[in-house]
């Protein structure tokens, strides 16, 4: 019940094209949902997280989709450009503020 | 500037060895965190601390032991009891009870040679 699942593993997308990751998790006291972006070598840094009393936030480029009753959540980039390249992890907390982690997307956007 | 420092950058460690890694953080963050990403894989928490004096066993503890003498300063030590330790490591940070953002260093590579 503490998992989240993380899908695709992998993704190769068109410059200028939706690059689309899902996650779905099983506990309903998660609260928070934040979705990392990491480059090679480097430490994840947070891009954009929600909470349950909505069901979308954008910024900029970046759009999650929240779906409460299929317990689903998705991030959307828009216009993917090759400095999009990144590994993406989504996560979800409960009230104890402990980050249970997907396993990662490695998105590779091409020219 | 406020962050999360984490050093040696790359470590290098014979068999047997115990190493420490260092991470030290000026963000006034009451929570620290350490994580183990292996190649192609996701964060694996190993530590965790609340508080000072205070830290918790994560979800792969066995072989590795954490102090969290100053709320800045929470150093990891892979022991020799860790038979498989090369891999990424990742420090990082949070206020606690705000929020949940969690904020990381640059990490540390750690081979075994």
């Known amino acids: 019940q503490q998992q989240v699942k993380q899908s695709p593993q992998s993704l190769i997308v068109q410059k200028g094209g939706i690059s689309i990751i899902n996650c779905a998790y099983e506990?309903?006291?998660?609260?928070?949902f934040p979705w990392y972006q990491q480059f090679p070598g480097k430490g994840p840094a947070l891009l954009i997280a929600?909470?349950?009393d909505v069901s979308e936030k954008k910024e900029g480029r970046f759009t999650i989709s929240f779906n409460k009753s299929a317990k689903q959540f998705s991030l959307h980039i828009m216009d993917s450009q090759p400095g999009d390249s990144a590994t993406y992890f989504c996560?979800?907390?409960?009230?104890?503020?402990?980050?249970?982690w997907g396993a990662g997307t490695k998105l590779i956007i091409k020219p | 500037d406020g962050g999360i420092t984490q050093s040696p950058k790359y470590l290098f460690r014979k068999e047997g060895q115990n190493v420490t890694l260092s991470c030290e953080q000026n963000?006034?963050?009451?929570?620290m965190y350490w994580y183990r990403q292996d190649p192609g894989q996701g964060l694996r928490l190993i530590y965790y601390?609340?508080?000072?004096?205070?830290?918790q066993k994560g979800d792969i503890a066995e072989g590795y032991s954490v102090s969290r003498e100053k709320k800045e300063s929470f150093p990891l030590t892979v022991t020799s009891a860790q038979k498989n330790p090369t891999a990424f490591y990742l420090c990082?940070?949070?206020?606690?009870?705000?929020?949940?953002?969690?904020?990381f260093g640059e990490g540390s590579w750690l081979t075994v040679v």
């Open positions: 990082a940070s949070s206020i606690r009870a705000s929020g949940n953002t969690i904020y």
């Open positions: 963000l006034n963050h009451d929570a």
């Open positions: 601390s609340q508080i000072v004096n205070d830290f």
């Open positions: 506990n309903t006291a998660f609260d928070y």
């Open positions: 929600i909470r349950p």
């Open positions: 996560a979800a907390a409960d009230s104890n503020y402990q980050l249970i």
